[in-house]
């Protein structure tokens, strides 16, 4: 298959995609979502990159993150080798255990990045796993309501910082934004889309 050119964020933001070959589970129990986790936590700071928001799903991984200079394809390239190495031992087979190159979109505006995270920590919602994010283990939703679980893998003062200076107010801001009823339409795991629709869409509902 061609690899095509990524597009580029002037924010150098982008929302991430990356999924099981043949649609195949990449997380078979809590200790490889565990490991994902802390795999994702040892590159970042090597390719000094940050991470806004992520989902674990059974079969694919979000990821909401800024890169500095050029190196998400880096940083995604040694996530993905570390891992594979790590599943394949654990489970004793051979081969390639994530589909194609990871697939991403530019994140260019605030508010395209915030509709972004909340269709990210949606995700569980939206494939009835659960009735309300918060109760999904493997999403970093939790943390932004306080728990401490992920303080040295996210950077959450970035996205409340953009609802309000109060920490507290941005919280509850956060969460009734994240819970709004919404038409958020991104990149899928499987399917392609039109991004400049999705743009204008996000805008809309945001905005109003």
């Not at 970042?44 to 993150?65: F, G, P, Q, R, T």
């Not at 594979?84 to 994140?107: C, M, P, T, W």
């Amino acid at each position: 298959m061609p690899r095509y050119s990524r597009q580029k964020s002037d924010l150098g933001i982008y929302h991430i995609i990356v999924r099981g070959v043949d649609r195949m589970n990449i997380f078979l129990d809590k200790n490889d979502n565990s490991k994902f986790l802390d795999t994702l936590r040892r590159f970042k700071e090597a390719d000094n990159c940050e991470i806004y928001a992520y989902c674990l799903m059974s079969n694919h991984v979000h990821l909401l993150m800024k890169e500095a200079g050029d190196s998400i394809q880096r940083f995604m390239k040694r996530v993905g080798v570390s891992y594979v190495y790590y599943f394949n031992k654990k489970y004793d087979r051979v081969g390639h255990l994530f589909q194609d190159r990871y697939r991403s979109e530019a994140i260019d505006s605030e508010q395209y990045l915030l509709a972004c995270a909340r269709y990210i920590h949606n995700n569980p919602v939206a494939a009835g796993l659960v009735e309300y994010p918060e109760d999904y283990d493997w999403s970093s939703y939790s943390y932004y309501l306080g728990s401490s679980n992920h303080s040295d893998l996210l950077n959450k003062d970035f996205l409340l910082d953009l609802f309000s200076d109060d920490r507290d107010d941005a919280v509850l801001k956060l969460k009734e934004f994240t819970e709004m009823g919404n038409d958020d339409c991104f990149m899928e795991c499987e399917n392609n889309v039109d991004s400049t629709k999705e743009k204008v869409e996000a805008e809309k509902i945001i905005t109003g």
